[in-house]
């Protein structure tokens, strides 16, 4: 499983290429291709899948029923917006204009890690979301993983 983490701010070219920071891609799987899977993510970012972790986020939109008015809202809503990109000689990836549209993206990009993804934010619109979240680290770190270690015990 590729591990993303950190954050770093580069620039928005004319062509919607973004260049990857190397401490990420180095964190790439061979199995990934140096493809991504391109979409549209949560809070007006972009979420930015290996392929090889693509493949497993399929594997669980297979199982949902699209019977479900919601799970099939779901599907189409990430489908729709997915498109695969291979980083090019320089590390850039080219993001679709509809998503950089989206998402804000115009000169430059707030890449952060998030595990198994990486996300694209537009830095203004980033930090209007921090200010929407509470500045409490323990309260948050509490109320989401407080829960688990009680289940642990």
């Keep these: 499983m590729s591990t993303f983490k950190g954050q770093a701010h580069y620039s928005v070219d004319s062509k919607g290429r973004i260049a990857i920071p190397a401490k990420m891609r180095s964190c790439l799987r061979p199995e990934a291709n140096a493809t991504f899977t391109i979409t549209r993510g949560f809070e007006q ?14 594997a669980e939109y297979l199982e949902l029923n699209t019977y479900d008015r919601q799970a099939r809202h779901l599907i189409r809503t990430v489908l729709m917006w997915a498109e695969e990109a291979s980083l090019d000689n320089q590390g850039r990836i080219k ?10 993206l115009s000169d430059g990009a707030l890449i952060i890690g998030m595990m198994d993804h990486i996300e694209l934010w537009d830095p203004e ?6 200010k929407e979240q509470s500045d409490d680290h323990e309260a948050l770190a509490e109320a989401v993983l407080g ?3 009680q289940a642990d015990g």
Excluded: G
Aim: hydrophobic share 35%.
């Design 125 to 130: 619109v980033f930090n209007s979301y921090l």
């Design 45 to 58: 970012c972009i979420y930015l899948y290996p392929l090889d972790e693509w493949q497993q986020q399929e």
């Design 95 to 104: 993001v679709p204009k509809p998503l950089l549209e989206y998402a804000s």
């Design 147 to 149: 829960s688990r270690n």
